[in-house]
């Protein structure tokens, strides 16, 4: 019985070490983009579907046509929104190749790990 326990614990922690890798990787495949220099936007919303567009378009037209070259990245993190603004900056995402949609574990990692690149 010993033994069954032991067997089953260490296939639950292989398992769990399965799914860090694949996210680790996922991560780094949609991240690898960012540079540790530069200025980024980090934009915390939540439930602003009617607003989220119109403030991205003011920030884009300032980054597109202003002085703001120095602008990497654009990164909006969703606090757990239950309207459209997740799909809104989904849209946002495939038009600008600069703006990031990540929730805000994934966007606290990110920032903790600028400075270790």
């Not at 495949?29 to 540079?35: A, S, V």
């Amino acid at each position: 019985m010993l033994d069954f326990i032991t067997n089953a614990v260490i296939w639950v922690l292989a398992l769990y070490g399965l799914i860090e890798i694949i996210k680790t990787i996922y991560y780094i495949c949609t991240c690898t983009n960012l540079e540790s220099d530069g200025i980024y936007f980090i934009i915390a919303v939540k439930n602003q579907e009617e607003k989220i567009e119109g403030f991205m378009r003011s920030i884009l037209f300032r980054i597109l046509y202003g002085k703001e070259d120095c602008v990497k990245n654009v990164i909006i993190t969703d606090l757990g929104s239950n309207d459209r603004t997740k799909e809104i900056a989904k849209k946002l995402q495939q038009d600008y190749k600069f703006i990031n949609l990540m929730d805000w574990k994934t966007c606290k990692d990110l920032v903790d790990n600028m400075d270790k690149k």
